[in-house]
């Protein structure tokens, strides 16, 4: 049994590597980039995931669980 949520973040997270070509250097600079968007877009509702979280879950393959910004 598949269940579509995890599917759909896996795929998510797929196609974020690839368009990365699979650099976990760039792709902590992509994280970092997001973050701080979201963090000037709306600093006191911000969800943060820190740097080496996404990148333990992407050689692990588990899926990134956010922390709120306190």
């Given at each position: 049994m598949?269940?579509?949520i995890i599917e759909e973040v896996r795929?998510?997270?797929a196609s974020i590597a690839a368009e990365h070509g699979y650099d976990r250097t760039k792709?902590?600079?992509w994280a970092r980039a997001e973050?701080?968007?979201l963090k000037k877009k709306n600093p006191n509702k911000t969800v943060?995931?820190?740097a080496g979280k996404v990148?333990?879950?992407l050689?692990?393959?588990s899926?990134?669980?956010a922390v709120p910004h306190l």
């Open positions: 598949t269940n579509p795929a998510a997270r792709i902590l600079a973050q701080a968007a943060v995931a820190t990148l333990r879950s050689r692990s393959g899926s990134i669980s």
